[in-house]
């Protein structure tokens, strides 16, 4: 069964500092792999989109890792704002048929 | 441009009842998406076209009709509303290319938060 998993389910850290957030994902045959941000009462917006044969991508302060083999991605938040409090979602498409499947997200609140 | 836009961004509807929930993007995007978002949930897939005149169930198309008369607009319409309807629903877009692997980034609109009671 295709399925996205992320943890932690909600993470609170200080303003400044950094944090990693996890993804693990069954879809098959995998196409790509991306992270939305999206903040209260909005539209998830795009952060970073990754293939098969990407392994780390950047976009400022949000670096996004991808292990093709082990079937895990991580997105790196350095130097957090309290802006960057928002769900991040992971979100995985297959190749061939159109499957995109969403994962439930990760609630992050930074604190003063 | 606006990007994707929905109206209305709050409705209240009674059981039985049927609304449109509008969608319009700016970006001339061939692939336009409807999905819907519970607590605590990802989004799910009601129904997806992939150009004007083509459209295709997602995952959860029960309730829900579309259409797709034009490039820029995707209306979705429940007939009879009923309580599990409650929900956030989100529409967006995505420009698909024929170079044979997808990379398309969906760019969502600001979501109308429709309860059902």
């Known amino acids: 069964k295709n399925q996205v998993e992320q943890s932690p389910q909600s993470l609170i850290i200080l303003e400044g500092k950094n944090c990693t957030l996890q993804?693990?994902?069954?879809?098959?045959?995998?196409?790509?792999l991306r992270w939305y941000k999206q903040d209260t009462g909005r539209g998830p917006v795009s952060l970073t989109i990754?293939?098969?044969?990407?392994n780390t991508k950047s976009n400022g302060r949000y670096t996004a890792t991808l292990d093709a083999d082990t079937k895990q991605s991580s997105l790196h938040i350095t130097a957090s704002q309290l802006s960057d409090s928002a769900s991040y979602i992971c979100?995985?498409?297959?190749?061939?048929?159109?499957?995109?499947?969403f994962g439930a997200g990760t609630r992050l609140f930074v604190k003063a | 441009n606006a990007g994707v836009t929905q109206t209305p961004k709050f409705r209240i509807l009674k059981i039985g009842q049927s609304m449109t929930l509008q969608c319009t993007q700016d970006?001339?995007?061939?692939?336009m998406y409807w999905y819907r978002q519970d607590p605590g949930m990802g989004l799910k897939l009601i129904y997806y076209?992939?150009?004007?005149?083509?459209?295709d169930k997602g995952e959860v198309p029960n309730g829900y009709n579309v259409s797709r008369s034009t490039t820029e607009d995707f209306p979705l319409r429940l007939e009879l509303a009923a309580p599990s309807q409650t929900s956030v629903y989100f529409c967006?877009?995505?420009?698909?290319?024929?170079?044979?692997?997808?990379?398309?980034?969906?760019?969502f609109g600001p979501g109308t938060r429709l309860t059902v009671l």
């Open positions: 993804c693990n994902y069954t879809v098959s045959p995998f196409s790509n």
């Open positions: 967006a877009s995505s420009y698909y290319g024929t170079s044979g692997t997808s990379t398309d980034t969906q760019y």
């Open positions: 970006m001339n995007h061939n692939y």
């Open positions: 979100v995985v498409t297959n190749t061939g048929g159109f499957k995109t499947i």
């Open positions: 990754m293939t098969f044969s990407e």
């Open positions: 076209s992939v150009g004007a005149g083509i459209t």
